[in-house]
């Protein structure tokens, strides 16, 4: 069988964290070399960047020579592009903002085949090996190998965390905590302490159901402390944010020898994924 497993699905079964990078660049390169320096998982944001289901397979292509996880992230209500992304070899779909567990159990049938869910069946694509897998093989793989992520980015859905976390074919729920500051009243403060009580009620929550919950992290202290609460997937930094800190590493370092530059984008990165 050709099928690939879920590094992360088996890296948490065992109690082990995972760790994911975000990916802006659609260069096939940068998948290629993620996945090839070993990292769990690549989160790749189709809910806010502008690239096609198509050029999102290409990349998965490249990501493919090493062992890194696909976590794909469709917009909301995308159903329909959630199942194209499974079958161009996702892992992991994320979906976000999650109204309730009714949305959740949604997101389920879409993404599972049947009994599990509704999802239709095509085996012509690299998630079923190009058809040289047996229909029940491959469906039975793909239904125990797809991790669902489910992102919960306002207080009221956060409240319900260990419900949606409760629903059948729910793995794992996170916020996302730059919506979730705006939504709230706090945009961009990071430290707000009410992120902190949203990351212990989504620990609770994975307490109470014996399932999973997820997280970004901006620092090496920040992923520590999130393990320390029984997070087993976490997400740090991105590639438009390492390229941004390191060239200006360089004018910062290159300045002492006189080297001036035009720089626009003077100040520090605002990204949840790093401080």
């Keep these: 069988m050709n099928m690939r497993f879920s590094r992360i699905k088996a890296k948490i079964s065992r109690g082990e964290p995972a760790l994911c990078v975000c990916l802006h660049l659609t260069d096939p390169s940068v998948y290629e070399l993620t996945s090839l320096l070993g990292f769990?998982?690549?989160?790749?944001?189709?809910?806010?960047?502008?690239?096609?289901?198509e050029t999102a397979?290409?990349?998965?292509r490249a990501a493919r020579v090493g062992t890194a996880?696909?976590?794909?992230?469709?917009?909301k209500g995308e159903f329909m592009r959630?199942?194209?992304?499974?079958?161009?070899?996702?892992?992991?779909?994320?979906?976000?903002?999650?109204?309730?567990?009714?949305?959740?159990?949604?997101?389920?049938?879409?993404s599972k085949f049947a009994p599990l869910g509704t999802r239709g069946f095509d085996g012509g694509?690299?998630?079923g090996s190009y058809t040289a897998v047996p229909i029940a093989e491959y469906i039975a793989h793909a239904n125990r190998e797809t991790l669902i992520l489910i992102q919960l980015e306002e207080q009221r859905v956060i409240d319900q965390a260990e419900a949606i976390l409760a629903t059948p074919g729910v793995d794992m729920i996170m916020i996302g905590p730059a919506d979730f500051s705006i939504l709230e009243g706090f945009p961009?403060?990071?430290?707000?302490?009410?992120?902190?009580?949203?990351?212990?009620?989504?620990?609770?929550?994975?307490?109470?159901?014996?399932?999973?919950?997820?997280?970004?992290?901006?620092?090496?202290?920040?992923?520590?402390?999130?393990?320390?609460?029984?997070?087993?997937?976490?997400?740090?930094n991105a590639d438009i944010v390492m390229i941004k800190s390191a060239m200006e590493q360089i004018q910062?370092?290159?300045?002492?020898?006189?080297?001036?530059?035009n720089n626009r984008l003077r100040g520090d990165s605002h990204s949840y994924l790093k401080e």
């Design 40 to 53: 769990d998982g690549i989160w790749m944001d189709l809910e806010h960047h502008g690239y096609s289901v």
């Design 57 to 60: 397979a290409q990349l998965m």
């Design 69 to 75: 996880d696909i976590v794909a992230r469709p917009a």
């Design 82 to 110: 959630m199942g194209r992304l499974l079958e161009m070899g996702a892992q992991v779909i994320m979906y976000p903002r999650c109204d309730n567990p009714a949305e959740a159990a949604e997101v389920v049938r879409w």
């Design 125 to 127: 694509n690299p998630d």
């Design 188 to 236: 961009g403060d990071f430290e707000n302490p009410r992120i902190a009580k949203a990351f212990e009620k989504l620990a609770a929550a994975a307490r109470n159901t014996g399932k999973h919950w997820a997280c970004t992290a901006g620092s090496f202290e920040k992923t520590k402390q999130a393990i320390d609460l029984g997070c087993r997937l976490v997400f740090h």
């Design 252 to 261: 910062t370092r290159f300045a002492e020898l006189g080297f001036k530059f």
